[in-house]
């Protein structure tokens, strides 16, 4: 009941699912930081203050450590449950621990795939895809963070843009065929 829905829910009947991931661990890197300068920073006020000192400050303090604690589980549960699929028909973001958002593009409104790697994603093996679309700014327009970024790279590109030099090539296939046809009846003809 609370658990946030699965993303292949979400697909049709007609899709093939071509990615399911997450995004990098290194998304959390800077939250994880953050939580720990916050709790030693609490701890050390708490142990510089004198032993006669407020009880209430002291209680403050701890119930703000556990508000950082609290925090920073959030922040990995909803690293946890956001998932990015790709199916062959569209891009979808699922997030959200209470309330699920979907974020979806088409992929026939892709125009062009940007992919860049850092030199820290490049250590640490993640990369951001930035999707370009005609017209307005869509929901999916940069996705940071990408595991496997030449796999997935790789695989999105033959998505959006090898089919659609496989048809161009069927289409010029047909067309030599239909000329070789021509071109024998008009020899047979002589």
């Known amino acids: 009941m609370f658990a946030p829905r699965d993303p292949d829910e979400y697909l049709l009947d007609t899709e093939?699912?071509?990615?399911?991931v997450r995004r990098h661990w290194a998304y959390l890197v800077w939250d994880?930081?953050?939580?720990?300068g916050l709790m030693v920073g609490l701890v050390l006020v708490s142990y510089l203050l004198p032993e006669r000192s407020n009880w209430l400050f002291q209680n403050i303090l701890w119930y703000a450590g556990l508000v950082v604690l609290i925090r920073f589980v959030y922040q990995v549960l909803d690293w946890y449950v956001e998932r990015i699929v790709v199916t062959d028909k569209r891009f979808l973001i699922t997030s959200g621990i209470f309330t699920t958002n979907v974020g979806m593009m088409p992929v026939t409104k892709v125009t062009d795939l940007t992919f860049e790697r850092t030199l820290m994603g490049?250590?640490?093996g993640y990369g951001r895809l930035v999707l370009e679309s005609a017209g307005q700014i869509q929901a999916l327009n940069r996705i940071d963070y990408v595991p496997n970024p030449t796999q997935v790279e790789d695989a999105i590109s033959n998505l959006v843009f090898g089919d659609k030099k496989g048809q161009q090539q069927d289409r010029f296939s047909m067309l030599k065929a239909r000329r070789a046809a021509v071109g024998k009846r008009k020899a047979a003809k002589l």
């Open 16 to 20: 093939r699912r071509v990615i399911r």
């Open 122 to 124: 490049r250590l640490f």
């Open 32 to 36: 994880l930081f953050e939580a720990t």
